[in-house]
């Protein structure tokens, strides 16, 4: 089983380029999540989803959209890239809501705009 | 909204020494998470409990629910145990979904 899968590992982006951070898992869970990790700080949730078509947004949404068009993948979309949107990107996926499943992470993109 | 203290911040240990990170959070919770996040990046999963003690090899985990926390025991540390270890509890979001607040993470590094 490959888990959850993440691309690209790393970009770099110019101020102002779109780009879309791509993740697929294969475990058939229903709940999916995009976080943000700046150095220092813990985890920030940028988007969630609780199964296919459904999504809702974290605790820092601004700059980002996702969709949700099936159970496997959950990409998350960055619109006119800005510093402020320098960070490393994990998505995860869990089988039942955060609190009582376990979860599996992807391998992180390291995400630098210049 | 649940907050997540975790301490030390940073912890350097001798080979074989017991490790010990602590975790406190604020709102009453149904489990707790433990995770490792290694200098490559990649975050594993180690626990996931909502009571008492939890062993995998030389990890361990415990919990005390009234208390509102949370040890990671590592014995006869190991170089390869260097990693930054995190702390994890759900709350419930204003969409009424549960999602999890993190602690800023422990960083340990063991000198051979």
């Known amino acids: 089983n490959a888990g959850v899968t993440q691309t690209p590992k790393f970009r770099i982006l110019k101020i102002g380029q779109s780009m879309t951070l791509q993740c697929t898992q294969d475990?058939?869970?229903?709940?999916m999540y995009w976080y943000r990790q700046d150095p220092g700080m813990g985890l920030k949730l940028i988007y969630y989803?609780?199964?296919?078509?459904?999504?809702d947004k974290g605790e820092v949404p601004n700059g980002y959209n996702v969709s949700r068009s099936t159970t496997e993948d959950f990409p998350l979309r960055l619109e006119l890239a800005a510093p402020s949107q320098t960070s490393v990107y994990f998505c995860a996926s869990s089988s039942r809501t955060g609190g009582q499943g376990g979860y599996t992470f992807g391998s992180g993109t390291r995400l630098t705009v210049v | 909204k649940n907050e997540v203290e975790q301490s030390p911040q940073n912890l350097t240990a001798q080979e074989g020494e017991f490790i010990t990170i602590n975790c406190s959070y604020s709102?009453?919770?149904?489990?707790l998470h433990w995770l490792q996040q290694h200098p490559g990046g990649g975050i594993v999963s180690l626990f996931m409990l909502s009571s008492g003690k939890k062993k995998h090899g030389r990890l361990i985990a415990t919990i005390n629910i009234q208390e509102k926390h949370s040890s990671l025991h590592i014995t006869a540390s190991h170089p390869r145990d260097s990693a930054v270890y995190i702390c994890a509890v759900p709350t419930i979001t204003q969409g009424g979904s549960e999602k999890l607040v993190f602690g800023k993470g422990t960083k340990l590094t063991v000198n051979p």
């Open positions: 989803s609780v199964g296919a078509g459904i999504t």
């Open positions: 709102v009453g919770i149904s489990a």
């Open positions: 475990m058939n869970h229903n709940y």
